[in-house]
């Protein structure tokens, strides 16, 4: 008996919609940028940016050797996404007319440069619930509740890592909400 079986339609299509949904709900790059880190894996989204970079450079009436030497793509791919802009392609021309000409730069990027010890703990988050949950805490708390954070953490061994890292947390946090 098999664990998993096919989504009937209408589950496949409630799932789509929510889909649709979470796309819409985001209204800036930066927000986009954490929906799709969280969503997907690096080589999943930079090969959904190839389709639409091909989809523009097709558009914008490239060849198909020039896009495949920039993009570093191969015929096949580049024919898929023509077929696709020559079966319909109407959410390529959509992104095509609005998106802005000038994209932000290394934003994408930046995010996934995270140190190796947060590369671990997004890894393995079991293993690190205590410091997570602390992170949270510190995150989401008032002045007054992180008042008390700092006061409580001053009584601690200040030469302990915990304490320097949620003391650090505290002062950036501090820094951004005044």
Same mark, same amino acid.
């Given at each position: ?5 096919? +989504? /009937?339609? #209408?589950?496949?299509? &409630? ?7 979470? =796309?819409?709900?985001? $209204?800036?790059? $930066?927000?986009?940028?954490? =929906?799709? %880190?969280?969503? @997907? %894996?690096? /080589? #999943? ?25 920039? +993009? ?6 580049? !024919?898929?996404?023509? !077929?696709? =802009?020559? #079966? ?16 932000? *730069? $290394?934003?994408? @990027? ?21 410091? @997570?949950?602390? &992170? ?5 708390? $008032?002045?007054?509740?992180? #008042? ?5 953490? *001053? ?11 949620? /003391? ?6 501090? /820094?951004? %909400? %005044?």
């Amino acid at each position: 008996m098999k664990k998993y079986t096919t +989504l /009937s339609k #209408e589950t496949q299509h &409630e799932l789509l919609g929510e889909f649709c949904d979470a =796309l819409c709900a985001v $209204n800036t790059t $930066n927000e986009a940028v954490e =929906l799709l %880190t969280d969503l @997907l %894996t690096p /080589s #999943e989204t930079i090969m959904l940016a190839k389709r639409i970079r091909i989809a523009k450079l097709l558009l914008n009436g490239k060849d198909y050797d020039t896009i495949g030497e920039s +993009l570093r793509v191969s015929q096949s791919t580049i !024919a898929k996404v023509a !077929a696709w =802009l020559a #079966e319909s392609g109407e959410g390529f021309r959509l992104v095509e007319k609005r998106a802005p000409k000038n994209p932000a *730069k $290394n934003t994408f @990027l930046s995010h996934y440069e995270k140190s190796d010890w947060d590369k671990l703990k997004r890894r393995y988050p079991m293993m690190f619930w205590p410091q @997570l949950i602390v &992170e949270e805490i510190v995150k989401t708390a $008032n002045q007054k509740q992180a #008042e008390k954070i700092s006061n409580a953490l *001053k009584k601690l061994d200040q030469k302990s890592k915990i304490y320097k890292d949620i /003391s650090r947390m505290l002062k950036s946090r501090n /820094s951004t %909400t %005044t």
